[in-house]
């Protein structure tokens, strides 16, 4: 099995975990990419989407999914999204395709978190994929800074501009032993806008696409 292939199979069985007649979250990325052409096999069932990028919002409209403002929304009983590493806490790095900001506010709306990956994202500690930090641009020298001091090595994400208009810091070589104390010690710092730790709001259940088929993980 290819790892396209894996993330179609991890696409598929999501939809196990969409509610009829609801309004879902829905993430950003090259899985659920395949989440959303596994969702237009449903539409009819659905009464809509609030969207975590412009690239995942252009791509449920083309398949006549309706996308709605998350400010129109109360309810979202679950949030469907990617990951770039997911532990056995179900805390994530996310952000690698810079959706994080409206990635983190979505999935705390929601419901129920059920990440989809191919098994190449499960770690035992999470910090081996750059963690990405989405910041206000004249911030940019003050948080390099601040991100140093943590022991990282932050590099500005070449000619890439965010949805909401900022730039991203990837950081290497940030050791994550406690990634909830990481998450907040980050967002404490001026300028910062979103960081790409989910360990506060972390997964609640993961759909693995692995060898042998789907595996499922949930976490308390
Ligand atoms: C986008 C994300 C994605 O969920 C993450 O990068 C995983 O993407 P892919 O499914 O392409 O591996 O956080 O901001």
């Known amino acids: 099995m290819t790892q396209d292939e894996r993330k179609q199979a991890v696409a598929q069985a999501a939809l196990r975990h969409v509610p009829q007649g609801e309004i879902i979250g829905v993430g950003t990325g090259s899985t659920v990419n395949f989440f959303i052409d596994a969702l237009a096999t449903m539409k009819h069932d659905l009464a809509g989407a609030v969207s975590s ?37 179900g805390a994530m790095i996310k952000g690698g395709g810079g959706a994080l900001t409206r990635e983190k506010i979505i999935a705390e709306v929601a419901d129920r978190f059920v990440c989809i990956v191919d098994a190449s994202k499960l770690v035992s500690v999470l910090g081996a994929f750059p963690l990405p930090v989405e910041v206000v641009p004249m911030a940019r020298e003050l948080v390099l800074r601040r991100l140093r001091a943590l022991g990282g090595e932050p590099r500005q994400r070449e000619g890439y501009i965010t949805d909401n208009g900022n730039i991203i810091l ?45 595996q499922e993980c949930t976490y308390p």
């Open 170 to 214: 990837d950081v290497l070589d940030l050791a994550m032993p406690n990634p909830r104390e990481l998450e907040s010690s980050i967002n404490q710092i001026p300028g910062v806008v979103t960081v790409g730790l989910f360990a506060h709001r972390g997964a609640d259940l993961a759909l693995v696409g692995t060898a042998t088929g789907v």
């Open 53 to 89: 990028s412009e690239r995942s919002t252009e791509r449920l409209k083309a398949h006549g999914i309706p996308v709605f403002d998350l400010n129109a929304v109360e309810r979202l009983p679950v949030y469907v999204d990617g990951a770039d590493e997911i532990d056995p806490s």
